[in-house]
């Protein structure tokens, strides 16, 4: 039953919900539909707004660029490129570290967008009710976002590893950097720690490929990502508090509607994204 009800979902949300960019009205018509099958089946449902920068983590991304070619400048020896190199690396480092550190200068450049989250809270009640339950949290992003050269099947896996390793690498980048400049070391030695450094910064580079070309890219299409996990969840929903809603009426009057759309998980909804709880 719970697979059937994520499907009349999905072919729901397929056939009412188009390609729904942030900050856009189509995303908020998708968040008032959200909300409204939330209502019906009697959750608690409020819409959060919120600012958001137009730009995401574009201006971290060009840090991510900016410090790949420094550290490639930066062995250069006894040249003005590399001296050159080597500030760009210190500078790149000193914004990475306010954000590591929590003082991200950076998040508060470029223009803010409007957007929202959709919050439904099922209250537990009820003589099956037990001390010491806790709370379970459903995320799904509704959003439609931009393609990435880093979220095909193939790469998609790489990712998360590429991002939690982003503070060791430019760790090592900074410090092969230092090397540079220690001139009491012999050339070979400084150009090993170079290589390395270049290494260590090949993530970071992917990562602000990824970012700055997702940022100029067209949206996504198809129930793969996004809808799929919204109708995932809104499956689990019906679970615990079923109700005949307006999604499950549009699918009894079209019950040969989408038939052969996969029901399968986004490879983007991750904390990332916004949706409902």
Request: charge should be negative; glycine fraction near 8%; proline fraction near 5%.
């Amino acid at each position: 039953k719970s697979m059937a009800s994520t499907r009349n979902y999905l072919n729901y949300l397929n056939d009412q919900v188009d390609i729904a960019p942030a900050n856009s009205q189509e995303e908020l018509d998708a968040a008032h539909l959200v909300k409204e099958l939330m209502d019906e089946h009697g959750l608690d449902t409020t819409l959060q707004e919120f600012d958001m920068p137009v730009a995401g983590d574009l201006a971290h991304s060009i840090v991510y660029l900016l410090l790949f070619v420094g550290i490639i400048l930066g062995g250069v020896l006894d040249s003005a490129a590399g001296v050159a190199g080597r500030v760009i690396v210190l500078a790149c480092i000193i914004l990475l570290a306010l954000r590591f550190g929590g003082r991200d200068v950076l998040a508060g450049l470029g223009s803010k967008a409007r957007s929202q989250n959709v919050i439904g809270v099922h209250r537990a009640s009820g003589p099956l009710v037990v001390k010491g339950n806790r709370p379970i949290v459903i995320v799904a992003h509704y959003d439609t976002p931009n393609e990435g050269l880093l979220w095909r099947r193939t790469l998609v896996r790489y990712l998360p590893v590429l991002k939690r390793s982003a503070f060791w690498c430019v760790f090592v980048v900074a410090v092969c950097c230092l090397f540079q400049v220690m001139g009491f070391l012999p050339a070979p030695a400084r150009h090993v720690f170079w290589i390395v450094g270049i290494v260590a910064a090949l993530p970071l580079l992917a990562i602000g490929i990824n970012d700055v070309y997702e940022r100029f890219a067209p949206c996504t299409e198809g129930a793969n990502d996004n809808k799929a996990a919204v109708a995932a969840m809104l499956g689990v929903m019906d679970k615990i508090r079923p109700n005949t809603d307006e999604a499950q009426q549009w699918a009894l009057a079209h019950p040969h509607a989408a038939a052969s759309v996969p029901v399968e998980p986004s490879m983007r909804d991750d904390a990332e994204g916004k949706g409902g709880q």
